[in-house]
C-alpha cells in the first residue's frame, strides 16, 4: 500500500450535504486526515435520498474515509472543541450562510488566530458577499442562476434541471483544487499563512458554460436551449437505432465529420463548400440530422458502433446504471468498485478519481456511524470518557 500525496493533512469538514463536504472527501480519498463534524442530530445527508436498513446510500459515499465527530458549534463548549480541533488543521470546510460562524465566535478572524496557516474552505450558494449572499444557497438554485437551466433541454420545452447534484459537484472539484493552490501558496509563497477561499456554488458552473458572456458582449448573442445539438458543431445529437437503443454522436472536428459522411454512404457532401466549417455544417443541421438518423435508424446498435470503430468515428452508447456496471471498459479500470460496510457488506461505488500514477488513492471505509470516532478523536484531544459523557449530557457532542 504506496503512501498517498495527502498523508499528514488534516482537514476539518463541518460543511452538511454535497459541495463542501465533497471537497473534504477527495481529499480523503488521497490520504488527507479528515475529521467530520456533525452536529448532535447528524447531518442532514444521513436522511436525505435512498436508504437501505436505515443506512444512506449518499452518506456511504460522501462520508467515506473520514472519521466522523459530533459537536454543536452554538454552544461555548462546543466552540473551545473546535478551536482545538483547528489548532494543527490544515484546511477547514464549512457551509454555514455569511456571517454565523462570526456571530459564534469562530469565524476567519479567530480561527486564524488560532492556526495562521490554515486554509478556509468557506462554501455558500451565492458566496459571502453580495445582494444575495445571505439567502439560502442550494444548488439547484445555482443551477437556475447560473444559465445552465436555461440552456437545458429542448426549445419548445421548458428549462430542464439536471436530476443530479451537478452545481455541487462542480464546486466541490472547483474548492478542492482552490484549497489545494492556498496550500501550496502557503508552503511556497506565503510565509506558512492560510486565507480564505469564498467558494460560492453558482460561479463554478457558470465558468463551465463557456464563452456566454462573450458571446453575447461581442455579438450580441444569448445562447438558447438545442436539445442534443449544439450551437457551435455539427452533426451532434442523439439517435435511436432499428433495437431501439439510443447512441450519442459528435463530429466536432472536420476529420470526424467527414468519416460519419463516408460511414453512410454520402461522402459526396464532404465536397460541398458548405460543409467544410462549423458555420456551413450548422446551416444544413437538419438535413445532417435527418440522413445519420435514418442510416442509424435502419440498423442495429452492435453494427453502427463496429461500422464507426472501423472508421475511428466518433459515438457512444448511452448507458443506463446496468449498462455501466456490465460495460468491459468500466470493469477494466475499476472505475466502480466493492469496498465493505459493517451494516450492508460489500457495496458498490465510484472509485477514486483522478488516477496516480506513484501516490493513488483509495477507498479505506464508508461513510461511519454516527459520532463513530468520538473516543477516538477527542481523546487525542486529551478528554477522557467522563468528561466526554458530562459533554454529552450537556448535548455540547
Known amino acids: 500500500m504506496s503512501e498517498r500525496p495527502l498523508e499528514g493533512l488534516k482537514v476539518v469538514d463541518a460543511a452538511t450535504l454535497f459541495a463542501g463536504p465533497i471537497v473534504a472527501s477527495l481529499m480523503a480519498d488521497y490520504g488527507a486526515s479528515v475529521i467530520k463534524v456533525e452536529h448532535p442530530r447528524g447531518d442532514a445527508l444521513r436522511s436525505l435520498g435512498w436508504q437501505k436498513d436505515g443506512r444512506s446510500l449518499w452518506w456511504l459515499l460522501a462520508a467515506r474515509n473520514k472519521r466522523c465527530v459530533t459537536l454543536n458549534l452554538s454552544q461555548p463548549d462546543g466552540k473551545e ?19 454565523t460562524l462570526e456571530s459564534w465566535g469562530i469565524g476567519p478572524e479567530r480561527l486564524h488566530e488560532v492556526n495562521p496557516g490554515l486554509v478556509i474552505v468557506r462554501t455558500t450558494g451565492f458566496g459571502q458577499d453580495g445582494p444575495y449572499s445571505g439567502l439560502p444557497g442550494f444548488g439547484t438554485l445555482a443551477e437556475a442562476i447560473s444559465g445552465f437551466a436555461e ?8 428549462p430542464a434541471l439536471p436530476p443530479f447534484a451537478l452545481a455541487d459537484g462542480v464546486a466541490a472539484l472547483t474548492g478542492t483544487f482552490a484549497a489545494m493552490f492556498a496550500l501550496w501558496w502557503r508552503e511556497r509563497g506565503g510565509e506558512g499563512r492560510g486565507q480564505v477561499v469564498d467558494l ?11 464563452p456566454q458572456a462573450t458571446v453575447y458582449d461581442q455579438l450580441g448573442v444569448a445562447n438558447q436551449r438545442n436539445g442534443n445539438r449544439t450551437a457551435f458543431s455539427a452533426p451532434r445529437n442523439a439517435y435511436r437505432t432499428r433495437d431501439g437503443r439510443w447512441l450519442a454522436l459528435s463530429g466536432t472536428s472536420q476529420s470526424i465529420a467527414e468519416r460519419v459522411m463516408r460511414i453512410i454512404g454520402r461522402e459526396d457532401l464532404v465536397q460541398e463548400p458548405w460543409f467544410a466549417d462549423h458555420e456551413g455544417r450548422l446551416a444544413h443541421v437538419e438535413e445532417l440530422d435527418e440522413l445519420i438518423g435514418a442510416w442509424i435508424g435502419e440498423r442495429e446498435a452492435e453494427e453502427v458502433l463496429a461500422a464507426f470503430a472501423e472508421q475511428h468515428a466518433a459515438i457512444a452508447p448511452i448507458y443506463s446504471i446496468e449498462d455501466i456496471l456490465a460495460d468491459p471498459q468500466y470493469r477494466a479500470r475499476e472505475t466502480v468498485t466493492s469496498v465493505e460496510d459493517p451494516h450492508l457488506g460489500e457495496v458498490l461505488m465510484q472509485n477514486v478519481i483522478p488516477r496516480l500514477s506513484e501516490t493513488p488513492g483509495r477507498i479505506d471505509h464508508t461513510g461511519p456511524d454516527l459520532g463513530a470516532h468520538n473516543q477516538e478523536v477527542y481523546g487525542e484531544l486529551g478528554i477522557g470518557p467522563e468528561r466526554l459523557e458530562e459533554l454529552e449530557a450537556d448535548g455540547v457532542v
Open 200 to 210: 460560492s456554488i453558482y460561479e463554478p458552473l457558470f465558468w463551465l458554460l463557456g
Open 81 to 99: 472543541l473546535l478551536l482545538r480541533l483547528i489548532e494543527d488543521a490544515d484546511v477547514f470546510v464549512e457551509n454555514f450562510r455569511p456571517g
Open 151 to 158: 440552456l437545458n433541454g429542448w426549445p419548445d420545452k421548458p
